[in-house]
């Protein structure tokens, strides 16, 4: 007998998926819980494998479940083209679920956002801002369309596309003996106490990376998991940190924060990331091609005319 699987099923089991339990799932989908979990069972028994494993009271995805899970996002992203097609006047119809890490996700992506509502009259995203290593956690998971990160990731469930940069730099407080040398070489860095993101950061990464292997002795002084507190950190005199200009621009405009120049390649790509099986929609193909067409320096333009009104 052949299974008839419902779009419904298969709302309910992306829906567990990414909840990991019936309750919140049937919150998600405002169905009862008995209703989710007979949903739930019926597409298990149609498709004859336990599509998820029982561990403490929460239903983990296994190895039949991400055989299913590509198709099933796939489907569902296809029923909502056909929606749309026969919906009004409007070209790209659905929601767009984004991630960004944090600098992209604080400096860049609201430009960017901004210019693709104004082109496209699409009005329907969500943004979720977090470090680079949760972004891919949740593209792998279906539980977001597209990534829009700092750092490159080499992961093999995903494809990256650079789509724009920016350029770090390292900042100290106004008070540092560092901010009043007019030439700062990489010996003075010796010793030193910086203040870092989390792991999983990719502006972490890009220090651990680029900086730390120039200097011989260097210490942590702080690990902090927002742009913000760091750059009130180094203000504060607590110890260097190395960041993106995007971010740091209003602080040091106003004295907070004092750029030191150092003899090294301080530029960085962006990078958009979807996953490999990911059905592409034309409202997200349409904003991935946005995305690599689009470039930083708009964001720098209006930087430069926000802080001129002020």
Not at 27 to 34: I, Q
Not at 214 to 226: C, G, Q, V
Request: glycine letters at 4%; a neutral charge; proline letters at 4%.
């Amino acid at each position: 007998m052949k299974p008839h699987i419902s779009l419904k099923q298969l709302k309910v089991f992306v829906a567990v998926t990414q909840h990991q339990t019936l309750t919140a799932a049937s919150d998600t989908l405002f169905l009862s819980k008995a209703a989710v979990s007979m949903s739930l069972s019926e597409l298990e028994k149609q498709i004859g494998h336990a599509l998820f494993d029982r561990v403490n009271n929460r239903l983990v995805i296994n190895q039949e479940g991400q055989k299913l899970l590509p198709l099933a996002d796939e489907l569902l992203s296809r029923s909502r083209d056909i929606e749309s097609l026969f919906g009004d006047e409007q070209s790209y119809r659905g929601v767009l679920r984004i991630g960004a890490s944090d600098t992209v996700g604080n400096q860049v992506a609201p430009f960017l956002l901004s210019d693709f509502r104004d082109e496209h009259q699409h009005k329907s995203q969500q943004l979720f801002i977090s470090n680079t290593a949760l972004i891919c956690q949740k593209l792998i998971d279906y539980q977001l369309d597209i990534g829009l990160v700092e750092g490159k990731t080499l992961h093999p469930e995903l494809d990256s596309y650079p789509f724009s940069e920016d350029e770090m730099c390292i900042v100290v407080s106004p008070k540092h003996p560092l901010a009043k040398k007019s030439c700062v070489t990489l010996e003075d860095l010796e010793n030193s106490d910086w203040i870092l993101r989390e792991p999983g950061s990719g502006t972490r990464e890009f220090f651990l990376r680029t900086v730390a292997p120039r200097i011989e002795i260097w210490h942590e002084a702080f690990e902090l998991n927002t742009t913000e507190a760091i750059i009130n950190s180094v203000s504060a005199n607590l110890g260097l940190a190395c960041l993106s200009t995007l971010a740091t621009q209003s602080a040091i405009d106003d004295g907070r924060l004092v750029p030191i120049s150092v003899s090294l390649d301080m530029k960085r790509r962006f990078w958009l990331l979807v996953h490999k099986e990911k059905y592409q929609s034309p409202l997200l193909e349409r904003f991935i091609l946005f995305c690599q067409q689009w470039r930083a320096t708009t964001i720098a333009k209006k930087t430069r005319r926000n802080t001129s009104r002020n």
